[in-house]
């Protein structure tokens, strides 16, 4: 199917900004028709700027064991970081998506990225702490504008193939994110924080590659859609709603505090436990987050066919056996484990985002918005929390805790049903 699918009901030419009032005889606006075709091209641009925005997200947690020597800093301080990187992501996102589910503005995409690579150059010539927290900071405020306005993109050229899509685009990111602890390991550690430039490079071609696909969104979505919130209906009532997203909240804390443990401290875990060199634990690092990027694509098609509930259901329960034993096994085993956790764990994002975004469809902005904010929130006051108790109780104590979040799975029970009510 060719690229120039445009995936909305009304494709009756437009002003890339003006919104569009649709005829009476159109069909709603709110979602893609699956037989305007999956238009791959975009959908897998999307997700290779993914998969280089979250390289360079990754190159920042992956040079804290680097920082964290040359700068003197303690485990809390680290955390702050995290949070200080995190935080400003999570706080802006939702308001990004929801302003421009009104008012679309396209740039944003190669504009949050301009930001990014400023914040990488930044990081790796600061020379003090406050430094370190301001470079994170912008490289969060590139991430803010970054994933609500490509996830909308990756909707609008799903052809109705909404999970499929998610997951693809959601296994860009998790790509990025195994492949910047390698590269740390192999450019940054060697050489040191100046190395850390080098990836001004990727933000460099994330802006090249956002900029055509801008260019395919202002020809070919120009109307993607200030009305389409007016039309759509989601079937849940204000209260199912309100339960919903409740429900998914305490769904992705546990998730992303649980995984904020491994892409945070995964490292000094296994430096402290089994004595391994940090390249070693980098390695490890990245065995986990391919895991990751290897199950996730599973969720979104599986959910597409059998419903999100049901996967939701098998990735927080399923995995809860491995997170229980893993702390308590040797390194071979906790490498197994690991893996079992990131191929079981990772299936689970894209379903809660495309049910949140049935839930409150024409409001896909807002829902991409609020569901990676929350992701990055959740991950950064995880990661500030996880890396106080590290300080006071050990790391070792942290992933015994932290085995038990996955059983808050059992909240899915509570999540009203989307598949009978499209």
Sequence with gaps: MSDNAVA???????????????????????SPSPAQGFAVRIVGAVAFAHLLNDTIQAIVSSSYPLLKAEFALSFTEIGWIALVFQITAS???????????????????PMGMVVTLIGIGLLSVAGQFSTLLVAAALIGVGSSTFHPEASRIARLASGGRFGTAQSMFQVGGNTGSAIGPLMAAAIIMPHG???????????????WVLLRVTDWRLKHAPAQVVTSGKHAVSGLSRRQIIRALAVIAVLMFAKFVYIAAFTNYFTFYLIERFHVSVQTSQLYLFIFLGAVAAGTFAGGPVGDRIGRKAVVWVSFLGVAPFALLLP????????????????????????????????????????????????????????????????????????????????????????PDTRVRK
């Design 91 to 109: 706080l802006l996102q939702p308001w990004i998506g929801l302003y421009t589910d009104k008012h679309p503005k396209p740039y944003l995409l």
């Design 8 to 30: 909305l009901g009304d494709t009756s030419p437009a002003s890339p900004t003006s919104p569009v009032s649709p005829r009476p005889s159109s069909p709603t606006l709110a």
């Design 328 to 415: 308590h096994v040797d390194l071979f085993w906790t490498a197994v484990l690991a893996i079992m956790v990131g191929l079981v764990m990772s299936s689970a994002f894209a379903a809660l985002v495309v049910y949140a975004q049935e839930a409150l469809p024409g409001r896909v902005g807002m829902v991409s918005g609020l569901m990676f904010g929350l992701m990055f929130g959740i991950g950064g006051l995880g990661a500030a929390g996880l890396g106080h108790l590290a300080d006071t109780h050990g790391i070792v104590w942290v992933y015994k805790l932290c085995a038990y979040l996955p059983l808050l799975g059992f909240a899915t029970a509570l999540l």
């Design 193 to 207: 924080q100046p190395a850390i430039a080098w990836f001004m490079l990727v933000a460099a071609l994330a802006i």
